[in-house]
């Protein structure tokens, strides 16, 4: 099991970046793919963007490709999201998610239901 804490997060106006980190416990953490996912009020948690173990492949849903950068640092245990140029919607809370075991297709993290484990989330408001 990997317990997941983020960090991070806070006000920013639109164009602005911030870096929201997520520091991982226990060993299983660098077999680990990781994904970051986020919820607007009255809205579904949705992807944002996930890196298999190695940090070789990484995976971003539409809405922030070229944007947002994540990276993992399997020394730190932690795992970045970079966000950079952003807008108002992409407000939100930002969860971290691990997934332990194999990834075959780079495209199934982009699912919730395929990750293990989950941090308490860390608010980003992005104000126009």
């Known amino acids: 099991q990997v317990q997941l804490v983020e960090s991070g997060g806070g006000l920013v106006q639109a164009g602005g970046s911030l870096r929201v980190s997520c520091a991982a416990s226990?060993?299983?953490?660098?077999?680990?793919?990781m994904g970051w996912f986020r919820q607007c009020p009255g809205k579904a948690r949705e992807f944002v963007a996930a890196?298999?173990?190695?940090?070789?492949?990484?995976y971003y849903a539409d809405s922030v490709k070229g944007r947002f950068t994540i990276s993992r640092d399997n020394a730190k245990n932690t795992v970045y999201l970079q966000m950079n140029s952003l807008k108002p919607e992409d407000t939100a809370v930002y969860y971290c998610?691990?997934?332990?075991?194999?990834?075959?297709?780079?495209?199934?993290?982009?699912?919730?239901?395929?990750?293990?484990?989950w941090g308490q989330g860390t608010q980003v408001t992005v104000s126009s």
């Open positions: 998610a691990a997934r332990l075991g194999p990834v075959f297709v780079v495209k199934t993290l982009g699912f919730e239901a395929n990750f293990h484990s």
């Open positions: 890196i298999t173990w190695s940090g070789g492949t990484t």
């Open positions: 226990g060993r299983t953490f660098s077999g680990a793919a």
